[in-house]
């Protein structure tokens, strides 16, 4: 069964840069079955798919996010990590790591997500 864990700091001030690991459980992110990815939910918005990092380090990333967005992955540690630079108050969300299977659609949404972690909320204000 596998088990997805977020973790990182829960208030930063504009202008900072958010970083968020999510340590996976139950299963290597090297293996070549999922997409190892970061969504996130605003306060009265749908879920934002942000970015996703394959198996074999790949990654992919919101358009409109790339600008500011990176993922990253610490294999010995069996963790993935999103980087957001220059955070607003609009990046006040609650942010989730997930996890799909290969097979399937475009990684660009959250259709296919089928393991979540439970989320940490993110506030950015002044």
């Known amino acids: 069964q596998v088990q997805l864990q977020e973790s990182g700091p829960g208030l930063l001030k504009p202008s900072q840069t958010l970083s968020l690991t999510c340590t996976v459980f139950g299963r290597s992110i090297t293996i070549k079955y999922s997409y190892w990815s970061w969504v996130r939910q605003s306060p009265g918005k749908g879920l934002e798919w942000m970015g996703a990092?394959?198996?074999?380090?790949?990654?992919y990333i919101s358009p409109s996010l790339k600008s500011r967005t990176s993922i990253s992955r610490d294999t010995s540690k069996n963790q993935f990590t999103l980087q957001l630079s220059s955070v607003t108050p609009g990046d006040t969300a609650v942010y989730y790591c997930?996890?799909?299977?290969?097979?399937?659609?475009?990684?660009?949404?959250?259709?296919?997500?089928?393991?979540w972690g439970q989320g940490t909320q993110v506030t950015v204000s002044s």
């Open positions: 990092i394959g198996y074999s380090g790949s990654a």
């Open positions: 997930a996890a799909r299977p290969l097979a399937g659609g475009s990684v660009y949404t959250v259709t296919f997500l089928d393991c």
